[in-house]
């Protein structure tokens, strides 16, 4: 795992329902030795609160309840931080994920509004050349949705919608978590057994 240390993944989650699924992924890559830089809108950290029970008065102690004790390091960057590492191009990075991805943040990203870290982190990976890969969460969609979309999907950005599969027979909320976290990882070519292929 030593081979990942060097490699940083930026995370984003936003207030879009399903802040789980930010959760596991951050867990995921964090388990696999890889540095993530992680951003929380506010309405991200309000789900947290209302969708998972978490007390978010004391963020630094969720965090390390959270993600503490694995092989990977986290840093975490306030989404008022724009000077952080992170918005600038001349840091290296293996690419993005904004996992949920409300539709406010979609629509800022497809404008290149870039007014907190998040959006401009997703803005450089736009400007570099770097895999952006959202994973909208809301239904049903309307017509500036599937525009904004399209405009991304033009652009290069993966999106990936939280819409987790069935054919492998998924027995728990993790599974259909996971499913959707295997996805993005696959979107990297990262390894994993987060669930079974089809044809396995």
């Not at 390091?73 to 994920?97: C, N």
Request: proline share 4%.
């Amino acid at each position: 795992m030593t081979e990942h240390k060097s490699k940083n993944f930026v995370v984003g989650i936003t207030g879009a329902s399903g802040g789980i699924y930010g959760i596991r992924l951050t867990e995921t890559l964090l388990s696999l030795g890889y540095r993530v830089h992680l951003v929380v809108s506010n309405a991200g950290w309000r789900v947290f609160k209302e969708e998972l029970g978490y007390a978010v008065s004391d963020r630094e102690g969720l965090l390390n309840q959270l993600f503490g004790g694995y092989p990977g390091s986290l840093l975490y960057h306030p989404v008022q931080d724009i000077g952080a590492s992170i918005a600038s191009g001349s840091f290296r990075t293996e690419g993005m994920i904004i996992m949920p991805c409300s539709m406010g943040t979609l629509s800022a990203v497809a404008q290149g509004s870039s007014d907190n870290l998040m959006t401009r982190a997703a803005d450089v990976m736009l400007k570099e050349g770097r895999p952006l890969v959202l994973v909208p969460r809301e239904t049903p969609l309307h017509a500036i949705h599937l525009e904004n979309m399209l405009k991304l999907s033009r652009l290069g950005v993966k999106l990936i919608p939280a819409m987790p599969a069935f054919y492998y027979g998924p027995t728990s909320m993790d599974d259909l978590i996971n499913f959707m976290v295997g996805k993005v990882l696959d979107s990297f070519q990262i390894e994993h057994t987060l669930f079974r292929r089809w044809g396995e």
